[in-house]
């Protein structure tokens, strides 16, 4: 059952990482931080809506509406596309009080490769690390080794070859990227799309032909056989970058996202509160066309948006990270 | 003879692994998000997730009070973590507001065992199960803070209940489903079998 590929990495580079020690007594027995408790954790989010919050105050809306989980962000990518400057992990106060303000998991932002952002959010007890192309990447050859770290990690992907090299990193969890930040669903559709439509191929494919399809993925050939295999991604797959009604929810759920992130679509809206609570409902029932009807009345104003073919090459979050 | 329908509800969580290790027991697991479609089940599994979001989800389509009469009437039910918390009387450490089924005469604490950097695996001996240890999952998980004396207790890691059951309603604060062993499972589907609801 448990794949090779992830116990074999879990042997070799999670030594010592065990014995948790919270709880009514220790237990010598106790393993934390395995690829298992990690892969796990996005398992419990499935059928989910993970919001960007920057303020306690919204996360507790995000939690009323029925978010699975807030991410913890300085800025929503909106502001950061409108304001530029270098985009960085968030405050740690700010991260602490939205801790402090929601049962609910928090997910916080790290740079892509900022390794030491990550271990500082690890210690602040965040739930699962992203590691951010919306963020300013802080090494342009090598993400983070997320098989060090005790949290998981979600990354981002826009191909099956990006998402099975994040996944040999470390990663617990994949998001297609999308755009961040521009309200447009268009580049989700078509990452999605893609990392689908190369889980097909690759299960199509005879064993035999399976290096050559590593070779082209520039990905484990473990990893490729193991998706081949399951006609799926070893993790969770999510979907982010551009979402902004409960439709464009809806529609990525019936591409095949097990869950969505929704960024600046919120928060950027007229009526946030009633816009989380519609799109948690869309996401659950996203292949109900009159519950669709339903939660899609009376939203008040989405987010204004950018067309993602206006934008230039440099201003395109998606294509940081490799 | 074909194995009982066991419902899985499905609002939000790790329905799959639910279904695949109903499956293996020779259950025919079916997903359910509306009233009617419970009405159509043998027993019902309440998965892993979010209680917040499951519970709020429950209220707005309408499944929270036909949930609660089901159980009085006799349906038997799973729940693992999310679900174990759906079942209590109350629950410590979650939101005022947050709706619960009930069932169980205990009170659970929600994220127990401390945030996601606290969750482990660890090998657990669980009444009612032969064969060697359980390897059990636990994630952001609940324990049993309280239970009545109609409550059997299962399992326990240190002192705390992980894993109880009174009458036809069992639940685990961990996840049999994530681990391929079905045993949980199984004997879930012998509780639903003996129940003889005729449902």
Redesign the interface.
């Known amino acids: 059952?448990?794949p090779d590929w992830s116990e074999k990495r879990r042997h070799i580079m999670s030594q010592g990482q065990t014995a948790?020690t919270?709880?009514?007594?220790?237990?010598s027995?106790?393993?934390?931080?395995?690829a298992?408790?990690k892969r796990?954790?996005a398992?419990?989010?499935?059928?989910?809506v993970i919001m960007d919050v920057v303020t306690a105050e919204q996360a507790r809306i995000a939690?009323d509406?029925?978010?699975?989980?807030v991410m913890a962000l300085e800025r929503v990518p909106a502001d950061i596309r409108a304001q530029g400057g270098v985009a960085r992990m968030s405050d740690p106060d700010m991260i602490s009080e939205i801790i402090e303000a929601v049962?609910?998991?928090v997910m916080a932002k790290a740079r892509i490769g900022h390794f030491v952002e990550a271990q500082v959010l690890?210690a602040l007890?965040v739930?699962?690390v992203d590691e951010s192309e919306v963020l300013t990447p802080a090494d342009p050859h090598h993400h983070i080794d997320k098989w060090s770290f005790?949290?998981?990690f979600v990354c981002g992907a826009t191909n099956l070859g990006e998402a099975l090299r994040r996944i040999a990193e470390g990663a617990a969890m994949i998001r297609s990227k999308g755009e961040a930040g521009t309200g447009e669903v268009s580049n989700a559709v078509v990452h999605m799309r893609t990392i689908r439509a190369e889980i097909g191929r690759l299960a199509a494919l005879p064993a035999e032909e399976l290096y050559a399809a590593a070779k082209e993925l520039r990905a484990p050939v473990e990893l490729v056989a193991e998706v081949a295999r399951l006609g799926r991604l070893p993790v969770v797959l999510f979907t982010a970058g551009g979402l902004a009604t409960p439709a464009d929810a809806a529609l990525m759920m019936q591409l095949g996202a097990d869950g969505v992130f929704v960024g600046s679509g919120i928060f950027k809206s007229g009526d946030p509160a009633r816009r989380a609570r519609a799109i948690?409902?869309a996401t659950?029932?996203f292949n109900d066309p009159d519950v669709l009807v339903k939660v899609s009345r009376g939203l008040g104003e989405a987010m204004v948006g950018i067309n993602v073919a206006e934008l230039p090459a440099a201003a395109r979050y998606a294509d940081r990270g490799w | 003879m074909s194995g009982p329908r066991i419902g899985i509800l499905?609002?939000?969580?790790?329905?799959?692994?639910h279904a695949r290790a109903l499956d293996a027991v020779g259950a025919r697991p079916v997903e359910v998000?509306r009233a009617a479609e419970l009405a159509a089940v043998d027993g019902l599994v309440l998965p892993?997730?979010?209680s917040?979001?499951i519970g709020?989800?429950l209220r707005?389509?309408e499944l929270l009070e036909p949930l609660r009469a089901a159980v009085v009437a006799g349906l038997p039910v799973f729940g693992s973590?999310?679900g174990m918390i759906l079942l209590a009387r109350d629950v410590v450490?979650?939101?005022p507001d947050q709706p619960l089924i009930g069932g169980l005469d205990m009170v659970v604490r929600?994220?127990?065992?401390?945030?996601?950097?606290?969750?482990?695996?660890?090998?657990l001996d669980v009444d009612g199960v032969a064969g060697p240890p359980v390897h059990a999952?636990?994630?952001?998980a609940p324990?049993v803070e309280k239970a009545g004396d109609a409550v059997e207790v299962l399992a326990r890691?240190?002192?705390?209940p992980v894993a109880v059951r009174q009458g036809p309603l069992l639940a685990t604060a961990f996840?049999p489903e994530?681990?391929?062993d079905s045993r949980m499972h199984r004997l879930f589907v012998d509780i639903v079998r003996s129940s003889g609801s005729g449902r």
């Open positions: 059952m448990a948790a919270a709880g009514p007594a220790t237990d027995a106790r393993h934390a931080g395995t298992r408790v796990g954790m398992e419990m989010l499935k059928g989910g939690e509406a029925g978010a699975v989980a049962s609910i998991p690890q007890g739930d699962y005790t949290v998981p948690v409902e659950t029932m | 499905a609002l939000q969580g790790d329905v799959r692994e998000r892993g997730g979010e917040t979001t709020r989800l707005v389509f973590c999310a450490d979650g939101r929600r994220n127990a065992f401390g945030r996601q950097v606290d969750s482990f695996e660890v090998d999952v636990f994630i952001r324990w890691v240190a002192e705390a996840h994530l681990t391929g």
